[in-house]
């Protein structure tokens, strides 16, 4: 069974940094497109930012020049940079793996960002 473990999460001023890291396990993690999402309370999930396995990386128009995402094949994991963290930058954030041809979808369990004086 595929696992998405987020971590990384917290509560963080505003202007502050946060390092979201999501470990993958029994999944061929460098074939996959792997991507953050984020959902505030009442508000659909959204696109935070994506990277492809090829390494190209795509994002939200909100978190440009802020948010950085990366990924470590040899690690298994996807890592997304947070600086200059704003108060709407709150919600819960999640993990995600996709691979089109195979229509494969996986999802983490999420991490909680607060952002906040």
């Known amino acids: 069974q595929v696992q998405l473990v987020e971590s990384g999460g917290g509560l963080v001023q505003p202007g502050g940094s946060l390092r979201l890291s999501c470990v993958a396990s029994?999944?061929?993690?460098?074939?996959?497109?792997m991507g953050w999402y984020r959902q505030a309370p009442g508000s659909q999930r959204d696109l935070v930012a994506t990277i492809t396995s090829a390494g190209t990386t795509n994002y939200a128009d909100s978190v440009k020049g802020r948010f950085t995402i990366s990924r470590d094949n040899a690690k298994n994991t996807v890592y997304l940079q947070m600086n200059s963290l704003k108060p709407e930058d709150t919600a819960v954030y999640y993990c995600?793996?996709?691979?089109?041809?195979?229509?494969?979808?996986?999802w983490g369990q999420g991490t909680q960002v607060t952002v906040s004086s």
């Open positions: 995600n793996a996709q691979h089109f041809l195979m229509g494969h979808d996986y």
């Open positions: 029994r999944i061929g993690f460098s074939i996959y497109a």
